[in-house]
């Protein structure tokens, strides 16, 4: 069974920079698709990146659109979220998440396995 852990997450002031690790083990599948989501206290689970391994095709929600960026280090089996220019609204508990196969999305009811989540919180 594939397992993913998070890194990175940290209290940060507004404007700053953090980057979001997410190290997958146990699998070894060349496609599949790899996702972050947040939620944050009282709100609904909200996909804020994606990669798509067979196209390296990324996709951001438009409110981190320009702020955000995805990438992955194959040699370390570690996807990354690179967050620039945080907003308070940023604040909240990071995913990652994993969906094997060929091209394919990042549908979170379709994201077979999910890490346990890092805390983002962006305050002065």
């Known amino acids: 069974q594939a397992q993913l852990e998070e890194s990175g997450g940290d209290l940060v002031q507004p404007g700053g920079s953090l980057r979001l690790s997410c190290t997958i083990s146990?699998?070894?599948?060349?496609?599949?698709?790899i996702g972050w989501f947040r939620q944050a206290p009282g709100k609904v689970r909200e996909g804020v990146s994606c990669l798509v391994t067979s196209d390296d095709s990324t996709y951001y929600a438009d409110s981190v659109k320009g702020r955000f960026s995805i990438s992955r280090d194959n040699a370390k089996n570690t996807v990354y979220l690179q967050m620039n220019s945080l907003k308070s609204e940023d604040t909240a508990l990071y995913y990652c998440a994993l969906r094997e196969g060929w091209n394919v999305d990042c549908s979170p009811n379709k994201m077979g396995i999910w890490g346990q989540g890092t805390q983002v919180t962006v305050s002065s």
């Open positions: 146990r699998f070894d599948k060349n496609w599949y698709a």
